[in-house]
């Protein structure tokens, strides 16, 4: 028994040892992948849900790596928000959106409103809004270009500071959306406190609306809610023709969702842009 014992220890110290170089390894590969400016962008169409109309994105992160290929955010945000990393890839997407914008608004298209998720580690860094001021004025866009996705949680872990950061936030003209709504703590005090354009209901009520009636009372309750306090409401995760109608039914806004178009590259929504202007 006691051997067993061993070894189970054995086991679990090589297990631990192999996950801590697993971390260390990716850590060090994101690293290399700032210097190699090997993250790129992807656009998910954002649209009107009443008209159907195209009116913006919300721009997700990709790691194009040399050999692993496209990966996704879900395999290395976590990671880097421990490392702190995310402020420094989080700095490259919020550039990278506007440059983006000003692009093709030179191009003469109309991009709408481009929507970036920001961390917590992110705004905790103090500079934010300092920071969006500088992005948006060197590139010569417009600050309700910009959309800010902040979830829940984030908001709460800031504290005290949240109300000042987001009224400084919303001073350069960005939008404020809250991610993933419902699936933290909500409160109506704290949407009254916390001042914000936008409610983003999480994919899992959309997704579950066809089949659980408890879903389909949240989502009406937060669209009520929404409309109550002049907030505009987005659905996200969209992939059912079942769901849009209830959305609309319902009075959502907008939405985005694999229904429509999956998160694509910079090109390929230019081309969307192109052709929803020449219609
Ligand atoms: P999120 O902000 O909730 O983004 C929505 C996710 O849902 C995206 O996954 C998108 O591709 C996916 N999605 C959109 N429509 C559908 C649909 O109809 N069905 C299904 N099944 N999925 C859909 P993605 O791009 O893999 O991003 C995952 C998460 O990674 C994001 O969740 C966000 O939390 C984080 N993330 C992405 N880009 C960034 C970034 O630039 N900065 C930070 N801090 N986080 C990011
Ligand atoms: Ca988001
Ligand atoms: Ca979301
Ligand atoms: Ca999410």
């Known amino acids: 028994a006691k051997a067993a014992g061993k070894n189970i220890f054995a086991f679990y110290h090589t297990e631990m040892t192999r996950q801590a170089r697993r971390r260390l390894e990716l850590e060090e590969a994101l690293t290399t992948a700032l210097a190699r400016k090997e993250f790129v962008l992807y656009y998910q169409p954002v649209h009107d849900v009443a008209s159907g109309r195209l009116i913006g994105a919300e721009a997700l992160v990709r790691w194009q790596h040399p050999e692993w290929g496209l990966v996704s ?3 290395f945000i976590p990671l880097a928000e421990e490392t702190g990393q995310i402020v420094e890839i989080g700095a490259r997407v919020a550039s990278e959106a506007a440059r983006q914008i000003r692009a093709w608004t030179e191009l003469g298209l109309e991009p709408g409103v481009v929507a970036i ?3 917590s580690r992110q705004l905790a860094r103090g500079h934010f809004p300092a920071f969006l001021r500088s992005v948006i004025e060197e590139n010569g866009i417009e600050g309700h270009r910009l959309e800010v996705e902040l979830t829940e949680s984030s908001l709460l872990a800031l504290g005290e500071r949240t109300t000042d950061l987001l009224r400084e936030i919303r001073e ?3 939008q ?3 991610d993933d709504f419902g699936t933290g703590y909500s409160s109506l005090s704290y949407l ?3 001042r914000v354009d936008k409610l983003k209901i999480d994919r899992s009520f959309v997704n579950e609306l066809q089949v659980d009636g ?3 009372g949240i989502v009406k309750a937060v669209i009520a809610m ?6 505009q409401v987005q659905a996200e995760g969209v992939e059912l023709d079942s769901q849009l109608d209830t959305l609309a039914r319902l009075g959502c806004d907008s939405f985005q969702g694999y229904l429509r178009a999956a998160p694509m590259p910079a090109e390929q929504f230019q081309k969307l842009l192109g052709a929803s202007q020449s219609q």
């Open 176 to 178: 404020l959306a809250i």
């Open 117 to 119: 998720n920001v961390s």
């Open 73 to 75: 955010p879900n395999e």
């Open 226 to 231: 929404g409309q109550a306090m002049g907030l």
């Open 172 to 174: 350069t003209g960005v």
């Open 214 to 216: 408890g879903s389909l």
């Open 192 to 194: 009254r406190r916390f």
